[in-house]
């Protein structure tokens, strides 16, 4: 067995060399194909961490209305107190209000100023028990807090991460049906070009089936050279991520760590990459098998 490994690895190095331009088209193909599969997964991973983090916050906002009396902030904060399903809520003031948004948004701070007075309600944040349970807790609990007629709205906040969550998983399958596309054509590329080393040497594997060489010995090299291109393929496409991605973290991943509240931007997980290399070397290496099957 180590024989033939040896023995198909050396003929697929030699092959790849003497055909390197064609072997240079299929290394692109590749490179794009496992490029878009892992930059679809790269903001698949980090959008996701975005919306957990965004789970964390405060699930249901309660806005009073403007100038609202102790007596109508006590009968909203009454509601919440005997509510199934809070776990948490906490009285944020117009002045808390403004500088949190003078704090978190400096560039606009300017804007509250020209208005002459704040613009910012009185409001609760409250916090649902996760789950199916808190979902319907918060549906119940917005009508008893409209009821009481001192509230000017409610903003569910899981239900706008929800939609974004529809959106993100849309996302992932437009990312998913355009990686398996660019996979087919960088299959079909391999095997085409393997297809051609196959009948370049058509006389040669002739020869050989006759004098009785195992058909493994014969698909070997071609399997090798599938794997091998789609390898170096794979590994172009994880180091040209790799840049791009240190690129960005660089010049915006501070920004996008301060706006999520995030510990750190992420990049794919070494077993991310490992079952990416590990796929594409499989998916050459049945391309290569196809190209050299033959009949006896």
Known sequence: MMALARYSLSEALVSLRRSWRTTVFALVTVTAAVFVAATALLVSVNAREVFARLGTASELTVYLKQGASESERDRVERVLAQAPGVTSHQFVSSAEALRRFVVDVPDLASLTTSLGENPFPPSFEVRLTPGPEGDAAARTLANALTQTGSVEDVRYDRQVIDRLLTGLTVMERVGAVLAGVLALAAVLTVTSVLRLSYQTRYNEISIMYLVGAPPRA?????????????????????????????????????????????SDVLFLSPLWILGLLVLSALVGGLAGLAAAWRER
Do not use: C, K, N
């Open 218 to 262: 014969i698909r070997g090299p071609f399997v090798a050279e599938g794997m091998i291109q789609a390898l170096v393929g794979g590994a172009l496409a994880i180091g040209v991520l790799g840049l791009a991605f240190s690129t960005f973290r660089t010049h915006y991943g501070q920004i996008v760590v301060d706006a999520f509240g995030l």
